[in-house]
């Protein structure tokens, strides 16, 4: 049993949870502090260029993640107003993966009958830190990666804009399965699912 991605989560998702509590756009203006030091002036930078044998050189990987501008969107989805872990229901999950689930809704849902744990969110997409086979695939004309870490492991995160002003700019599915279950098929089918019930921007 293959239990560590499912503490991963769990460690990701309460900070995630507080800082998405934390969106709203704050008003006024900022202004330094009339008390506080001055910071010393810095000297010029004597850095080098770069060597032909330094990491820059090195051609960019096509399954690495790609900045958030370089995706392809062709639907805008909604990233403020929405329920963080509320976009996929029990019912949702119980038809992806023919268990029943213990939860009606949140972030985090178990089933039985196959046993698996299940995490949505609508996130910040941290596909390039993840370890596992990635793949860049497309989820209603947007890009997506699904990343598998193992057999009974995998995450699919689609893209919901290229705003960089977005904090939440990604709604992903995780599928751990302790039996036997085909995770990436059930994720992608419950990415997409959370993807088209996203309302559109």
């Known amino acids: 049993m293959h239990l560590r991605p499912a503490a991963i989560l769990l460690a990701l998702i309460l900070p995630l949870a507080a800082l998405t509590g934390c969106s709203e756009q704050v008003k006024g203006s900022a202004t330094a502090d009339p008390n506080a030091a001055e910071a010393p002036a810095t000297p010029p930078s004597t850095s080098k260029k770069p060597s032909s044998s330094t990491s820059a050189s090195k051609p960019a990987d ?28 029990a019912a949702d999950i119980e038809a992806a993966t023919g268990g029943k689930s213990s939860a009606d ?8 009958g196959p046993s698996t744990v299940i995490t949505q969110m609508v996130t910040v997409p941290d596909v390039a830190d993840q370890d596992g086979e990635k793949k860049q695939i ?27 002003s977005a904090i939440t700019s990604a709604f992903s599915v995780s599928v751990l399965a302790i039996d036997d279950l085909d995770t990436c098929a059930a994720a992608l089918k419950l990415a997409t699912q959370g993807f088209d019930r996203i309302p559109k921007a």
Do not use: F, R
């Open 62 to 89: 096509p399954t690495t993640p790609k900045q958030q501008s370089d995706v392809k969107i062709t639907t805008k989805k909604k990233t403020t107003g929405l329920e963080t872990c509320g976009v996929l229901k």
């Open 105 to 112: 809704g949140g972030c985090i849902h178990t089933t039985t």
């Open 138 to 164: 497309e989820i209603g004309g947007n890009t997506a990666w699904q990343v598998s870490a193992s057999k009974e492991d995998c995450q699919v995160t689609v893209m919901l804009t290229d705003d960089p």
